[in-house]
């Protein structure tokens, strides 16, 4: 219950950043209101920064020990400066999906032209509320959401 690397909110640094092969991307927004993703750490400047992974691109190759079919949420900025929130599971088991070194080929293979991503987490405590009742519940207690229009 505690957060595994950086995670700041509303200018207050919960934890800090840590070195970490698998966990080598932060998602932050800064006073502003742009959102990155990036391999570096945030500066102290950012609103909101939290410490997650694998980063990727449509064309990483990820090599991870002890990969699982899991339910994934991953967040991602196209090329054209949109951000998407998306979830990938399997088809008829919402509580499953692919392995995470097998993510980038799947984002490859997405209608949209991806510059990189951060994958946020998944499995049983993930979830997704999107627009026109599109839901994607968990199975375990979620301890935050990310709200976003």
Request: charged fraction near 20%; include cysteine.
């Amino acid at each position: 219950y505690k957060p595994i690397g950086l995670f700041r909110t509303q200018n207050i640094q919960l934890s800090q950043a840590t070195n970490n092969t698998t966990m080598n991307g932060f998602f932050s927004k800064d006073s502003g209101g742009i959102l990155s993703i990036s391999q570096n750490t945030p500066s102290d400047e950012v609103d909101f920064a939290l410490q997650s992974g694998p980063y990727m691109t449509p064309t990483s190759y990820l090599l991870i020990k002890n990969d699982s079919y899991d339910r994934r949420i991953i967040v991602a900025r196209l090329k054209n400066n949109e951000w998407y929130f998306i979830a990938i599971t399997e088809k008829d088991n919402s509580f499953s999906g692919p392995k995470l070194s097998d993510v980038p080929l799947i984002l490859g293979k997405l209608p949209l032209d991806i510059a990189e991503a951060l994958n946020l987490d998944g499995g049983s405590a993930s979830a997704f509320y999107g627009e026109k009742g599109i839901r994607l519940g968990e199975l375990t207690t979620i301890g935050s959401f990310f709200c976003g229009k």
